[in-house]
């Protein structure tokens, strides 16, 4: 069940990962320029609250030394590369191996 769920983020995150890509594409073909979107954008674009309140959680609650080199660096990167990080690395949590017992046997 638990990897169930792992694979449904993985795939929520790499959905998420090809509308950014497409979005960025979009604005790149209007632009005549390669457009491409962080995440800080990107998320203040959609709710500025939230960003506004999760930067003043962290601060605040956790150190502030784990906001300002890690997370703004996270926050820099392209929201596609992002997403598609976190949808493998859900996968690879998620990931169901082959049995490989059986697997030369007779039938």
């Known amino acids: 069940m638990l990897r ?15 509308i950014a890509a497409v979005l960025d ?33 962290i601060r605040t609650h956790l150190y502030s030394i784990f ?9 820099d990167a392209p929201t596609v590369l992002v997403f598609a990080l976190l949808a493998l690395l859900l996968y690879a949590i998620g990931y169901r191996r082959a049995d490989k017992t059986g697997r030369f046997a007779a039938r």
Do not use: H, K
Request: net charge neutral; glycine share 2%.
């Open 4 to 18: 169930l769920i792992f694979r449904l983020l993985a795939y929520i995150c790499l959905s998420l990962a090809i």
């Open 25 to 57: 594409a979009a604005r790149s073909v209007g632009a005549s320029n390669l457009v491409i979107t962080s995440l800080r954008d990107s998320w203040q674009s959609v709710s500025a609250n939230s960003f506004a309140l999760v930067e003043t959680s």
């Open 67 to 75: 906001w300002d080199p890690l997370m703004l660096w996270v926050l």
